[in-house]
């Protein structure tokens, strides 16, 4: 028997995939969550039905979260991961050596429980001495921080469901006051094919609260479209600004520096959403 | 009831999407067509089950194949266009003031009928004064031209079926024979995640060749993956030393100057492909 799962990106298209097992399913406080081994992408993290990490592609959304405002930011040392439970991007914040503390506040614990247990390549380094792990709400954390934090990174699910306050103005309000007086945050908002009006509007919100406010892309297979936006607001420094010798060799298979001011070059019709 | 259709990509992925209408179906002398109306993307064309182009997304591909090459070369005057029978890249040619000539050479006259029927949009262009159509093979035309083209750009379908031929060494060392002495070509050359090995061969086998080779990638959401490459060979001219003058005000939805250069910034595991 050959099981296939189809994951309906929008009322009208998808992505469907072969399935060699189901390693887990649960209604969690939160949402559905379903960690399936896929033929294609190895383990498959799934939310409420949509694909949130795999083994296979999942290096391109953790490095382009976080290496593009670590590098930005002359001298990142407490980082805030609002989100993010598989442990991806914690994974890649702590390549950089200036980071003191990283900080991982996700509302869903069973996320993290079986991320440690299915996508140990993604999950392990949550176990490192510089990290600290809250199960808590990412909202209440933030609007609870004051100029504690020097970048913070939302890696929230999409705007339904648990994330939904994650797409407020009063949210990108609240994380400039938890940032340092020279934070940079950056947030995953979605697809320019399915979702322009909330690209335009998130980034117009943001560009309301922080002086830098820039959009950058990334290639995910898994993820609707393949093309996939960050927005990313700056109190001081600014993305396109960073100068060569900011950059220190690292080991990534997506992110470059030639990529990093390349990813901030848009299709004009993405452009377009930030005019 | 509901009709979907799914090509799969790869034996263990796929995309699928809601079909509203079959327009046409047959066995060509060359491949099987299909043209189906689909609820997100508008009309699709599909060749042995392949998607090859829709209303909706179509100019990503057709700007970033044409206008590349386009604006690299100082002075296009006569292109070619090597498969391509829906018209997409032949409309983008046509942008270009320079360009006295355009010759299309497809080798299955039913993608072009079926095009001009059921993507006017895309195919309406064909009928232009400028544009030459040949039903014919493209391997052939290419051995019998010399030093006939300034541009020649090779929109062929995956190295299956009619289309093998264009992924040879052969074919490549025939095009620069093709081409001008400040000639230069661009070819489609799959994905990153999938086809890594083709890429491989395919950038190592027109380095071979050309002094000038470049990869670059977009975005087409329809296309396995979502990452697409484009390799370009240029006997002179290098598609990253375009000077700001040559550009000129032209109404696109993807190609930017900006992202002439950006495209070219590869992701690291892209670039590995091409060292």
């Not at 099981?3 to 298209?13: D, G, H, L, V």
């Not at 469907?16 to 960690?35: C, G, P, R, V, Y």
């Amino acid at each position: 028997m050959s099981i296939w799962f189809t994951e309906k990106q929008t009322e009208n298209f998808g992505i469907t995939a072969k399935i060699n097992k189901i390693q887990h399913s649960e209604q969690t406080d939160f949402q559905k969550l379903d960690m399936v081994e896929t033929e294609e992408w190895g383990n498959m993290l799934l939310l409420d039905d949509m694909v949130m990490t795999t083994e296979k592609d999942e290096f391109v959304y953790h490095e382009m979260v976080a290496h593009v405002p670590l590098f930005t930011h002359p001298n990142p040392k407490h980082v805030l991961v609002v989100g993010g439970g598989d442990g991806g991007v914690i994974r890649e914040v702590l390549k950089h050596p200036s980071v003191v503390k990283a900080t991982l506040v996700e509302i869903d614990g069973k996320v993290i429980e079986y991320s440690k247990k299915y996508l140990p390549t993604i999950a392990g380094t949550l176990e490192d001495a510089r990290v600290e792990v809250k199960v808590d709400d990412g909202f209440l954390h933030i609007a609870q921080s004051e100029k504690a934090y020097d970048v913070i990174m939302v890696d929230s699910t999409e705007p339904v469901g648990p994330a939904v306050n994650l797409f407020t103005k009063g949210f990108y309000s609240g994380i400039s006051k938890a940032l340092k007086d020279d934070g940079i945050f950056v947030a995953q908002t979605d697809n320019p094919w399915f979702k322009a009006d909330l690209i335009s509007q998130v980034f117009s919100d943001v560009k309301e609260i922080f002086p830098v406010t820039r959009l950058y892309t990334a290639n995910i297979p898994t993820y609707p479209s393949g093309l996939w936006t960050f927005t990313l607001g700056s109190k001081i420094h600014d993305p396109l600004k960073v100068k060569e010798d900011r950059f220190n060799e690292m080991e990534t298979k997506y992110y470059t520096k030639e990529l990093h001011f390349a990813s901030f070059a848009l299709p004009k019709f993405v452009k377009d959403l930030t005019e």
